[in-house]
């Protein structure tokens, strides 16, 4: 018996942890590093044709979202909510079931993850989880300066 | 939070068929005593059990399910109605995942494979734990992950 309670303890330890650490982390938007891990900028660049529409004029927020996923329509509210206000930022839902491609080379691993991109494409931030309001309003700012700016 | 808008937002929602998600939570906590006993005991018998209830949510639906029907008779009519619905697919097709994972650890406590028995009931655990704490569907999750892994083997 004593094995099982090592086990149910070492469960709720992970669970603890697990909930601890996405608390503090979820709905965060964080910079993006300009070029990936090995050197090819181009695969953080999203385009026209990877989308399926035009990009923003300023800058695009881009979400995955999957069919078994509670928390997407949550964040689908929210994004909705933030961009009312400015017409050059476009919002773009996607299903990563169907977009298996940009899923494996953004390395995207949950739903939803939220990514801003400026107005060339290039993504600046990204989130997992349902973004906070405050996070996604400094976000999307930071990505209309990074437009500016280049 | 309870605007004409939202009011026939509600509706529609019920209509096509969304739960209370309260039902959901109330439903993890039970899964997870369960579990958690039949991990201290090592008990195959109390698995199968959970298995049982976990075949039944998936092929009703959870808000039909053993436990969203005890919420439903004993628990929701003392509480006031709920703000938002949830679409009953992801907390479903997570049901699925946990019956996987309780048959495996019911393979394992019932075949002596402890190993198995453990780890496989100990996931199910950090998975309703995660749901009835602080509502995170792991199952979900797995879903992804799995849509990954089955498209980069082509």
């Known amino acids: 018996m004593w094995v099982g309670l090592v086990a149910l303890l070492s469960a709720v330890v992970v669970t603890v942890a697990v909930a601890g650490y996405r608390r503090r982390t979820d709905g965060r938007f964080r910079r993006v590093a300009p070029t990936s891990p090995a050197g090819r900028s181009d695969l953080l660049r999203l385009s026209e044709s990877d989308l399926g529409r035009p990009l923003g004029r300023d800058a695009t927020v881009v979400q995955f979202s999957s069919e078994f996923c509670a928390p997407c329509r949550a964040a689908e509210r929210i994004i909705t909510d933030a961009v009312a206000g400015h017409d050059g930022v476009r919002y773009v839902d996607l299903d990563s079931a169907h977009r298996m491609d940009l899923v494996r080379r953004l390395n995207i691993l949950r739903t939803p993850t939220v990514v801003i991109t400026d107005r060339t494409g290039r993504v600046v931030t990204r989130t997992v989880g349902v973004p906070t309001k405050q996070s996604l309003h400094q976000s999307v700012q930071a990505a209309l300066s990074a437009g500016v700016s280049r | ?154």
Do not use: K
């Open chain 2, 1 to 154: 939070m309870t605007t004409p808008t939202h009011t026939a937002e509600l509706g529609s929602q019920r209509a096509a068929g969304w739960i209370d998600p309260r039902g959901q939570r109330f439903a993890a906590g039970i899964t997870t005593v369960v579990l958690a006993v039949a991990l201290v005991l090592q008990n195959p018998w109390v698995l199968l059990f959970q298995a049982l209830v976990f075949a039944v949510s998936v092929a009703a639906g959870p808000a039909n399910g053993p436990y969203g029907l005890v919420f439903r008779t004993l628990i929701r009519p003392r509480l006031s109605p709920p703000l938002d619905l949830e679409d009953p697919r992801p907390p479903r097709f997570a049901q699925l995942v946990g019956l996987i994972f309780s048959v495996a650890g019911v393979i394992g406590f019932a075949g002596g494979i402890w190993l198995l028995g453990l780890i496989a009931t100990g996931c199910a655990v950090v998975a309703a734990l995660l749901n009835a704490l602080i509502g995170y569907c792991l199952g979900c999750e797995a879903y992804l992950l799995g849509r990954r892994l089955l498209s980069s083997r082509r």
